[in-house]
């Protein structure tokens, strides 16, 4: 038998609102590594803003009103590694993806991969016309194994170029993304920088410490590559897409990223909430910010009429580049 009541859920809050609420700002303002990237790409006020919800809290503001509140600070920030988590749920900024054209479909990409296609550890690959493969990674959650890339390259083994989509993956381990990449290299590179918070000044950073990737010990490839980006590459997977740019035979092609290039921390509320943000940002080769994505070497958007007859136009236009780079190697 079901009661009514005129409570709301977990509505006790240990401390005053505005106590709880300055809290949370006071630690992304000394912990946070993106503040002043902010400020320079999209001019954000991190002062202002912090007046701007506090005011919408008083004495009498529930634990819901505040939780409210909070997220709507954070979401401030346009990170989408940046979230609260309370009895009430976890807040996420998914802006970053959910403002831009999607440009991937699994319906549209089940025209390529038919059902006779191989899955390994999550990837799932076949080989498309004219010896070009095609691999779609579409999580780093799981680490892969050598054994599994190495069967990987040689099913693959006779084709002359591998088309590699990892649209809508969504991140997961960075060392997931790393072991990918390392198959597509013969010897160590410079990625990246990697610098953490040294104070609580918003400018507060090590100097940048270079970032390495090293050949797998297993099969490698280097034949052209053509990595297909959509809005939906985040954190793990932006960093992917970060390491492979290095590459002499890797061409991006599709949209542009979604970013998260800061390494994830976590902290806990005087209430017991637990706020999770970008504490130490990953810098590209040449030492640029890649939190807000990465622009691909070939954009390709997919066209509405080709998606309204089935056809996945970032595809199409890979395997027309996989031809010409293919023919181009013959011809050398």
């Given at each position: 038998?079901?009661?009514?009541?005129?409570?709301?859920?977990?509505?006790?809050?240990?401390?005053?609102?505005?106590?709880?609420?300055?809290?949370?700002?006071?630690?992304?303002?000394?912990?946070?590594?993106?503040?002043?990237?902010?400020?320079?790409?999209?001019?954000?006020?991190?002062?202002?803003?912090?007046?701007?919800?506090?005011?919408k809290?008083?004495?009498?503001?529930?634990?819901?009103?505040?939780?409210?509140?909070?997220?709507?600070?954070?979401?401030?920030?346009?990170?989408?590694?940046?979230?609260?988590?309370?009895?009430?749920?976890?807040?996420?900024?998914?802006?970053?993806?959910?403002?831009?054209?999607?440009n991937?479909?699994?319906?549209?990409?089940?025209?390529?991969?038919?059902?006779?296609?191989?899955?390994?550890?999550?990837?799932?690959?076949?080989?498309l016309?004219?010896?070009?493969?095609?691999?779609?990674?579409?999580?780093?959650?799981?680490d892969?194994?050598?054994?599994?890339?190495?069967?990987?390259?040689?099913?693959?083994?006779?084709?002359?170029?591998?088309?590699?989509?990892i649209?809508?993956?969504?991140?997961?381990?960075?060392t997931?993304?790393?072991?990918?990449?390392?198959?597509?290299?013969?010897?160590?590179?410079?990625?990246?920088?990697?610098?953490?918070?040294?104070?609580?000044?918003?400018?507060?950073?090590?100097?940048?410490?270079?970032?390495?990737?090293?050949?797998s010990?297993?099969?490698?490839?280097?034949?052209?590559?053509?990595?297909?980006?959509?809005?939906?590459?985040?954190?793990?997977?932006?960093?992917?897409?970060?390491?492979?740019?290095?590459?002499?035979?890797?061409?991006?092609?599709?949209?542009?990223?979604?970013?998260?290039?800061?390494?994830?921390?976590?902290?806990?509320?005087?209430?017991?909430?637990?706020?999770?943000?970008?504490?130490?940002?990953i810098l590209?080769?040449?030492?640029?910010?890649?939190?807000?994505?990465i622009?691909?070497?070939?954009?390709?958007?997919?066209?509405?009429?080709?998606?309204?007859?089935?056809?996945?136009?970032?595809?199409e236009?890979?395997?027309?580049?996989?031809?010409?780079?293919?023919?181009?190697?013959?011809?050398?």
């Amino acid at each position: 038998m079901i009661l009514p009541c005129s409570c709301e859920p977990y509505d006790m809050v240990y401390e005053p609102p505005q106590e709880i609420y300055d809290a949370l700002w006071n630690i992304i303002d000394r912990r946070y590594c993106f503040l002043e990237y902010a400020k320079l790409e999209f001019g954000l006020d991190w002062n202002s803003v912090y007046h701007k919800h506090r005011s919408k809290l008083d004495e009498n503001s529930t634990d819901y009103d505040l939780f409210k509140v909070c997220g709507e600070l954070l979401a401030e920030l346009r990170d989408g590694h940046v979230n609260l988590t309370s009895p009430y749920g976890t807040t996420f900024y998914r802006d970053w993806a959910l403002n831009y054209p999607i440009n991937f479909s699994d319906s549209l990409q089940r025209n390529y991969l038919g059902n006779r296609y191989m899955l390994n550890n999550g990837i799932k690959y076949s080989i498309l016309q004219e010896d070009i493969a095609y691999a779609h990674v579409g999580t780093f959650n799981n680490d892969f194994g050598e054994g599994n890339l190495s069967a990987l390259l040689y099913t693959i083994g006779d084709c002359r170029a591998l088309i590699l989509d990892i649209r809508n993956n969504g991140g997961g381990m960075l060392t997931a993304a790393e072991t990918l990449a390392s198959i597509f290299t013969d010897k160590k590179i410079k990625t990246g920088y990697i610098q953490h918070k040294t104070g609580t000044g918003h400018n507060s950073f090590s100097s940048p410490e270079p970032m390495y990737l090293s050949p797998s010990d297993g099969s490698i490839w280097l034949r052209p590559v053509i990595v297909l980006t959509n809005r939906g590459v985040y954190s793990a997977a932006n960093h992917f897409v970060m390491m492979m740019r290095e590459l002499p035979h890797v061409i991006i092609m599709g949209d542009k990223t979604g970013g998260g290039s800061g390494l994830p921390l976590s902290n806990t509320l005087p209430n017991g909430w637990n706020v999770r943000f970008s504490a130490c940002p990953i810098l590209d080769a040449d030492g640029n910010h890649t939190e807000f994505g990465i622009e691909p070497d070939v954009n390709v958007q997919i066209t509405s009429e080709d998606w309204n007859r089935g056809v996945d136009t970032i595809i199409e236009e890979a395997l027309k580049l996989a031809r010409e780079l293919t023919k181009e190697k013959e011809e050398e």
